[in-house]
Structure formats: C-alpha cells, structure tokens
C-alpha cells in the first residue's frame, strides 16, 4: 500500500521531532551540571567511587573496565582453588581468564610466560620503580610480605606472643633473598622469566594506582577535565573542580583516628596516594609491624605512621609511597626533591614534616581537634564524603555545599 502524501508528511514531522528530541537529549547529557557518579566493589580489593561532569555512561563503562582489566592481571590469588567472597565477582569479570601475576609466578621460574601488553607495561613500570628507589620498591618480595600479613591476619592490631614472633622471624631469615634483578622481561616476546626460584610477584602496592592512571588518561582522552577518582584506601585522583576553586582535602590522625583531621590540604589537578602502617598490623614489645615490607631485610620500618605523596601519575606515586615509607627520612627528602613531587610526613615520633610547593596545607594541633570531637563528622557532612586514603580519611569538599563550608571556616574563625 502506497502512503499518500498528507501520511508522509505526517511521518516526516514525527522522525523531525524524534531526531531533534535525540539531538536535545545527548546535549543534555554533556551540558548537565550534575554529575555522573558510579561506585564499585568488586575490584583492586577496594571500594572505588568515579565521579564524571560533562561526561557519559559510556565513558563510566570504559573506566569501569580499565578496573575489571587490571583486577584480573595484577591478581595473584588462584580463584578456583581458594576461598573468597569474592570468588563469584572474579569468574564472572569479562577479562578473566587473562594471563595474570598468578599464573606468572606458578611458571616463570620453569619457563618464560607470554603475558599481555598491559601487563608486561605494568611490569616495566615496577622495573622502572626498583632502578629509580635504588631497590626500595621491589615486587619480587612476595613471599616475605605473605609471612607478615598471615601474622596481621592472626593478630591484627593486637600483640603477638613472643613464641609466635620468634617463628615469625625464624621464617623470614629462613627466606632466600631476592631482588628484581632476577625477573628477566623479554620486550620482544612479552615474556616474563624468574631466575631465582624464591621470586613472587606481589603489585599491591602498584597495580590501583597505575590502573587510576589509566583511567584519568582515559578522561583526558576525552576531554573531560572535571573529575574525582576514590580508589578507596591509598589513593586519590581529582581533576578540575566543576566551582573552578580547589578540592579540599583532609587527612585522618594515623595513630590515634578520634582525634580526628591532623591537615587539610587544598589543590586540584592531582594524584594524591598515601602508604601508611595503621590499616595492616600487629604489635610486639609496642612496635608496629605493618604490611609494608623493605625489601633490603624483608620488615616494617618504623620512619613513619604515614607519608603522603602529591603529584601528577598516580601510578608512579603508589609505588613511589612505598618506597619512601622504607626510607629513612633524608633519603626520603632527596628522592621527593629530585622527582618534584610534594610530600607529607608524619613522622613515627608524632611529627610532621611537609615539603610542598603547589599545594596548601592547613595542620591541625592536636589541642585543637581534641576541643571538636564531632571534626570528622561535621567536615564530612558539609564536605559531603569520607575518602579513605591508606588509612587515612580524605575529605571531599561537595559542590553543592560551598555555602556551608564558608560558615564552618566562619566558625573556626570565631
């Protein structure tokens, strides 16, 4: 049956308003003040939370997938065999199946393993990180740090008895010393080869953070410059504020967390990753020992409760705060002098020592936090969110609550 001309024009008129509403509807989309929020659990063993302006679902979806992709390559844990809560989460992930950290260190001492692009990348950066800290970040100590955290998991935040310690230190002088000099990584073939069977790949301490690098590079791909990543509890990125002012951003006393804010420090355009001993450890005779392993005699130091890094890579950072965690403090201020970076420390004697250029720091005495015991909760009401950061609390400044915020600067004030 042929459509007569008033029904096509009819047609016309309808397909005209359907393309145009379309048209309205995906300007609407990038134009909205409000943002795109998403928040997930089922990745890098944390909770992350992505917050896009002048964005997509789409571009949402593709930083999810940088999160699922990195999961399952930087794992090292056999999902078939262990039980996890999070076994489910893992099977069904789109990229498992992926050649990971897992399966690298089942063979690679046997014969080399072909691995992905993506991870042989992550695995030059952890190169890259062992030459720059001349050894104090090293991924090769994974069966050291497998012995403290089955102690933190026995005793965690409680002390441990002296027959149980004495084991534990027997078991890690019993440990064949490694470094990562002896993972052989072939560019050619992208393969990756142990030379000393005592090697175990642990990239705790990299793979978050480089995968929250992977995902602002994907932003500024796009051209979206307003952005916050919480990739839970070490580390942060912040683009553009949607107000054009600077993120405020609070850190948590590390020793004693009801003191409340110990800084608040302001900037944007940054990564900012924190390494601390407060989330992971037991004690003995009163000293901590924490998850973050030196690899030059596989134990804590204890420099520091927590060292803050401020920068542009937030890959480089992770690893970089680890490092650092395992310095003495004046090797520590020349690595973070050389590189350009910015640094908080809070020193294990309860100091604290900045080196800061671009970014304002309010420090708080702990007179002052004491006289508001209610600080964290009221800066997270009218900030409008609790980052953790390592342990330590960041404190998201919401753009909705500008307002708010001046009359609580108002109050310290008076």
Known sequence: MEMSDNMKKIMGMILGLALLSGAFFKVNVYASDEPLVRSMTDYMYTSITVTLYNATIEDLNEIEKIYQEYTIISNNFNFKDDDFDEVNDYLSNPFYGQTSIYDVNQKAFDEPVVVSQKLFDLLLEAKALYLETNG??????????????QGITSFGYDEMPKADFDQLMNDIDALGRVTFSEVILNETNLTVRFTNE?????????????????????????????????????????????????WRLGLRHPVNPMLGLYAVVSNTDKAIVTSGNFEQFFTYDEIRYHHIISPKDYLPKQYYHAVTLIGDDSGHLDGLSTAIFNMPFDEAKAVVENLGIEAIFFMYDGKINTMLEDTEVELRVEEETESRPNDVESIAYILGGVVIVGGIIIVLLSINEKKKGANYDKEKEE
């Open 198 to 246: 005592n090697v175990k790949l642990d990239l705790g301490a990299l793979a978050k953070g480089y995968a929250t690098q992977k995902a602002v590079d994907y932003l500024e791909e796009q051209g979206i410059t307003t952005y916050m990543i919480n990739a839970g509890s070490s580390n942060i990125a912040v683009g553009k504020h949607p107000e054009n002012r600077n």
């Open 136 to 149: 104090y970040f090293d991924v090769s100590i994974g069966r050291a740090v497998d012995l403290i955290k």
